[in-house]
């Protein structure tokens, strides 16, 4: 039973392959490594024989006394090692060294199996921690009884309070014996609840509210599983993007752009709403417009523009908004009269000119796509300071806008001067064409371990991982 708390505090701690080996043996080491990956398999595609060998070699390692190693006989051992490294390979993720995988030595065999993505380890150490957290602890429901805020009493407050620690959010020391009949919310809890906030994409304002309990319900073993699918996803992904590129999370609602394989701009962004989602893809960003005007898409003018027309029809004026009939020709009314047409038919093409207050802002990021969606600004620029930022028609509204303009300004716009020349125009639109297109991508991943290596996980808004294991299968 030591022997096991040893080899499992060893696996929490992170340490590489090489301290391992010294603490318990190449083999045993080996072994545990094998158990890993077969754990974070099964969690993403639980059939045979990733479930069958996990379950086998966990429950041998936890009750035996023999060494970890004399589980498994040697070919069951290249068995399994084949069908992980077919994994890896079925899902375009590089392995250490595939002509290892059937080294006669275990311990070579097992490192040349590793894939080679960074923070594999953590992540592995994470599910581990999550999938042991699962066996220990029960995860029964928690009920929203009503906000709940710092400096009242409750007598859910001891329950948060363990679960909390248990995710490693709650630091301060807690004896859940002692504490089972406080149920005051102090400022440490607080401080604790704020941080899984800000894990969850949540606001943090330190109110327990619907969304931090509908958190708080998530079980370990989901969050494993979370961890673990889009640990795959992201893998595979990025393993075919290069060193300068432009990627936004879509459930993040987060930018990143990269340059020398260095974060250049981080920016938050407003994405689609659930029911006009931004589209998953990628692309080339080909030209910077500045000043741009906004051609109203037909779908928009429908439900966005004519219900606000009808009730007051000085609004496309008052919005600088110019109206065009199918042969081009611009077309004026006075405020009645728009309101009237507003009600039936609207046979016009509406564009908003350039300038403050226009809804594209001053800058827009053109990439070809068959939905139409490109990165814009905008003008209310008090939407970013929220934390559920699906607002959007489809397109995205970067924060950082005027940062990214610049650096395209100085890396990729062929006419640098005439870029400077019209800084100071507003109401002018100009296109600038680029020596390099940048690399766009548009992804969707919930989970992921930070540059800390801390648990990240955000809302599905888009109900893409109801069913996670059908839609990496769908995949391949």
Known sequence: MMRTIVLFIVLLSGLAMSSMSSAVGRADAAMISLIQQAQLISLVEPREPFVFYQQRLET??????????????????????????????????????????????????????????????????????????????????????????????????PEITERLMWLRDYSAEYDPASSSKVDYYDDTLRSAVMRFQWRHGLKQDGIIG????????????????????????????????????????????????????????????????????????????SNLVL?????????????????????????????????????????????????????????????????????????????????????????DKGLFARSDRALSSGCIRIEKVEQLANWMASYLVSDKQTWVDMQIERNKTQWFAFDHKLPIHLVYWTSWLDGQNIAQFRDDIYNRNQNITATLHAKY
């Open 60 to 157: 041998e390692s936890e009750s035996n006394a023999q060494p970890v190693f004399d589980s498994l006989s040697k070919p069951e051992f290249y068995e399994l090692a084949t069908a992980i490294a077919d994994f890896w390979q079925r899902h375009g993720i590089a392995i250490r060294a595939p002509q290892s995988i059937h080294d006669p030595d275990i311990f070579t065999a097992v490192m040349a199996l590793e894939p080679e993505v960074d923070g594999y380890l953590q992540l592995n150490n994470r599910i581990r921690y999550l999938t042991w957290l699962a066996k220990q602890h029960q995860w029964r429901p928690l009920h929203f009884i009503g906000l709940l805020k710092p400096g009242q009493s409750a007598s859910i407050v």
């Open 291 to 379: 000043n741009p005007s906004w051609n109203v898409p037909r779908k928009l003018v429908k439900y966005d523009l004519l219900p606000k027309v009808r009730q007051d029809g000085g609004y496309l004026s008052r919005r600088n908004f110019q109206a065009f009939n199918y042969d081009g020709q611009l077309v004026t009314k006075t405020p009645q009269e728009w309101s009237d047409v507003a009600r039936g038919r609207f046979p016009y093409r509406l564009v908003q000119k350039p300038g403050v207050g226009n809804t594209l802002g001053r800058y827009k990021f053109f990439f070809e796509n068959p939905y139409s969606v490109y990165l814009h600004d905008t003008s």
């Open 210 to 285: 619907p969304d931090t309990i509908r958190w708080l319900n998530r079980t370990p073993l989901e969050r494993a599983k979370l961890l673990a699918f889009n640990f795959i996803e992201r893998a595979q992904y990025m393993s075919h993007v290069g060193d300068r590129y432009l990627l936004i999370n879509i459930p993040a609602y987060e930018m990143v752009l990269v340059d020398g394989a260095q974060i250049a701009l981080r920016s938050k962004v407003i994405v689609g709403k659930p029911y006009r989602q931004t589209p998953i893809l990628k692309g080339e960003i």
